[in-house]
């Protein structure tokens, strides 16, 4: 296994050295797709949009490669397994634009899917980037019992890791939920707040001018998704022996 590992790693390094990043293409490209969002200037712009992405690619390549440094679970994936597509789904939305500008990756254990919890990049211009980490869905009852029932039992644990001084300066803990305790659970416990949550993330804003400069931008995002780590190995190990539902 490792030698598959140090295998695909050198294939990364080989790639992202035959490949000048640059951070400010997607942000313009990103910016032009949003004041155009039609299909007729996403095809005539096919070119941009390949240099783009490649950029996009290339970047999130480079963040496995350093956060496979401290969380081996990640590893060995492929970028190109990890991003989404900017293709709208419209049918139940009021907003007919056909396309999200915003490229997007989540760097987790089973690749993109949502369980186990992974490493979430958005790049979309005008200040709409983030960093984010942790259950974002809502939708999996038995992955919210999961997770309810483990902070019910580890609220000593999860207190910790939400109370980390260097954790709390980046972050604040975010999800939806309840008005009220759900049935089944203590009013009173010491975790009752967190308990009401019925997804449990992390986002970090990101401006303009820090993700155009790619250095600065890959030291900060590397450093963010490190202290994210004992939140997420908490998480999994709620989550752990989950299936995600047949579709």
């Known amino acids: 296994m490792l030698g598959i590992v140090n295998a695909r790693i050198g294939n990364r390094l080989a790639y992202q050295k035959g490949t000048d990043m640059n951070t400010r293409i997607i942000l313009d490209y990103l910016k032009n797709l949003s004041e155009n969002n039609n299909r007729e200037w996403y095809h005539a712009h096919k070119a941009e949009y390949k240099e783009a992405n490649a950029r996009f690619e290339a970047l999130v390549q480079e963040l496995i490669l350093h956060i496979g440094k401290f969380d081996s679970s990640i590893l060995p994936r492929e970028a190109k397994e990890l991003t989404f597509k900017l293709v709208r789904d419209t049918r139940f939305s009021n907003d007919k634009s056909p396309y999200n500008p915003a490229f997007r ?74 008005k009220n305790v759900p049935a089944g659970y203590d009013r009173e416990h010491p975790q009752a707040e967190y308990l009401k949550y019925k997804s449990w993330y992390l986002e970090y804003p990101l401006g303009d001018d820090m993700v155009a400069d790619e250095e600065r931008f890959l030291e900060e995002a590397v450093r963010l998704f490190r202290l994210m780590k004992p939140f997420h190995d908490f998480l999994n190990r709620a989550l752990e022996g989950f299936q995600m539902p047949a579709r």
Do not use: C
């Open 105 to 178: 990756a989540h760097i987790g254990p089973r690749g993109k899917l949502p369980v186990p919890v992974g490493y979430y990049l958005v790049i979309k211009p005008g200040g709409q980037s983030f960093l984010g980490g942790g259950l974002f869905a809502d939708m999996f009852k038995e992955a919210t019992s999961m997770v309810r029932d483990y902070i019910a039992s580890n609220g000593g644990e999860w207190e910790k890791i939400l109370h980390d001084p260097d954790f709390q300066k980046a972050f604040t803990l975010r999800g939806t939920a309840l």
